[in-house]
């Protein structure tokens, strides 16, 4: 089995979880990249890394990298995207991978011209759970879907310095939680949604704090997302088919989903994967992806997100510095 060689972009949340998930494996990153070198030292000096660059740039002209994790604010990605995949390296990016639709269709361009492997780092598409129940609705027991209803609520302090609610580093609801929420619908829609309504409440800084939106594609299936990042929901999933609904809570790294059938209203639990391990399914499916084995990361879902997040914020006007 041939071992990638990955080096993370950035040194936060996700950084630490990749490099336990690299762990977990009986591996590690090779190397580590940060704005802030000291906490690059740090960072590797904790999981044992061998390398850390003294300059970002290093990172892409390191001949030994194979794969980078880009985990750095959303309005830098595509500044480190254009870098990397010209490099000829694979990239997984943590999402929301882009800051719109153009930005993602260069990023797309740079991939197939250099022949190499882009990806957004969404979970939905890498927990077991979502396989399975793809497995069951392919089967047809449940009909045809109908509706899907999706709730994504966070309780952030109102400061509008830290990031959620910063203009300047991509906040806002929309790209944060609401990118998980059009993943999730994305994923059970049989095609992406071509008729979008929306409203929306600012913060005072001038990004999306809240947001309700409604969908419908040529299928006439719809779908329902509520959205805050200041007031707390259940992270639910609910999927209505003719003969049944799923419901999945947590779902961004879902585990365990219920479906309810309609006839004699009788309950079956699917459980599949690990919470835990979510990030381990992702690298799982990335070197799979790398090898030419499968084609396991769904770039065509996160191109139909991304277009439809990109609609949706020039219905609302609202537009980051880097935009105007």
């Given at each position: 089995?041939?071992?990638?060689?990955?080096?993370?972009?950035?040194?936060?949340?996700?950084?630490?979880?990749?490099?336990?998930?690299?762990?977990?494996?009986?591996?590690?990153?090779?190397?580590?990249?940060?704005?802030?070198?000291?906490?690059?030292?740090?960072?590797?000096?904790?999981?044992?890394?061998?390398k850390v660059y003294d300059r970002i740039e290093d990172v892409f002209e390191?001949?030994?990298?194979?794969?980078?994790?880009?985990?750095?604010?959303?309005?830098?990605?595509?500044?480190?995207?254009?870098?990397?995949?010209?490099?000829?390296?694979?990239?997984?990016?943590?999402?929301?991978?882009?800051?719109?639709?153009?930005?993602?269709?260069?990023?797309?361009?740079?991939?197939?011209?250099?022949?190499?492997?882009?990806?957004?780092?969404?979970?939905?598409?890498?927990?077991?759970?979502?396989?399975?129940?793809?497995?069951?609705?392919?089967?047809?027991?449940?009909?045809?879907?109908?509706?899907?209803?999706?709730?994504?609520?966070?309780?952030?302090?109102?400061?509008?310095?830290?990031?959620?609610?910063?203009?300047?580093?991509?906040?806002?609801?929309?790209?944060?939680?609401?990118?998980?929420?059009?993943?999730?619908?994305?994923?059970?829609?049989?095609?992406?949604?071509?008729?979008?309504?929306?409203?929306?409440?600012?913060?005072?800084?001038?990004?999306?704090?809240?947001?309700?939106?409604?969908?419908?594609?040529?299928?006439?299936?719809?779908?329902?997302?509520?959205?805050?990042?200041?007031?707390?929901?259940?992270?639910?999933?609910?999927?209505?088919?003719?003969?049944?609904?799923?419901?999945?809570?947590?779902?961004?790294?879902?585990?365990?989903?219920?479906?309810?059938?309609?006839?004699?209203?009788?309950?079956?639990?699917?459980?599949?994967?690990?919470t835990d391990l979510a990030l381990s399914y992702e690298v799982l499916d990335?070197?799979?992806?790398?090898?030419?084995?499968?084609?396991?990361?769904?770039?065509?879902?996160?191109?139909?997100?991304?277009?439809?997040?990109?609609?949706?914020?020039?219905?609302?006007?609202?537009?980051?510095?880097?935009?105007?």
């Amino acid at each position: 089995m041939i071992e990638y060689r990955w080096a993370t972009l950035g040194c936060g949340v996700i950084a630490n979880q990749l490099a336990q998930a690299m762990e977990e494996q009986g591996g590690k990153l090779y190397s580590v990249a940060n704005r802030t070198h000291e906490k690059a030292i740090a960072f590797a000096q904790k999981y044992g890394i061998e390398k850390v660059y003294d300059r970002i740039e290093d990172v892409f002209e390191d001949e030994n990298v194979d794969i980078i994790y880009i985990s750095t604010p959303h309005n830098t990605h595509i500044e480190y995207l254009r870098k990397a995949l010209n490099a000829g390296k694979h990239v997984l990016c943590e999402k929301s991978i882009t800051l719109n639709a153009q930005e993602l269709e260069e990023a797309v361009a740079l991939a197939k011209k250099n022949h190499v492997i882009l990806a957004e780092a969404m979970t939905i598409y890498h927990m077991p759970v979502y396989k399975k129940l793809e497995e069951i609705i392919s089967s047809g027991v449940l009909g045809p879907l109908k509706l899907i209803q999706m709730n994504f609520g966070s309780y952030k302090d109102y400061d509008m310095t830290n990031r959620f609610f910063s203009r300047n580093l991509a906040g806002g609801a929309m790209l944060d939680i609401g990118v998980y929420a059009l993943s999730f619908v994305r994923w059970f829609m049989t095609s992406k949604p071509d008729q979008i309504v929306s409203q929306v409440k600012y913060a005072p800084t001038g990004v999306d704090e809240q947001a309700g939106i409604l969908l419908k594609n040529k299928e006439e299936e719809m779908a329902t997302v509520i959205l805050s990042l200041h007031a707390k929901q259940p992270k639910r999933g609910t999927i209505a088919f003719d003969k049944g609904y799923i419901e999945i809570y947590e779902y961004p790294r879902g585990e365990e989903a219920v479906i309810t059938y309609t006839a004699d209203g009788h309950r079956e639990t699917i459980k599949e994967g690990s919470t835990d391990l979510a990030l381990s399914y992702e690298v799982l499916d990335m070197e799979k992806a790398v090898s030419g084995k499968e084609d396991s990361m769904h770039l065509d879902y996160t191109v139909d997100v991304m277009d439809m997040m990109t609609q949706i914020r020039k219905d609302w006007g609202m537009k980051y510095p880097e935009e105007e």
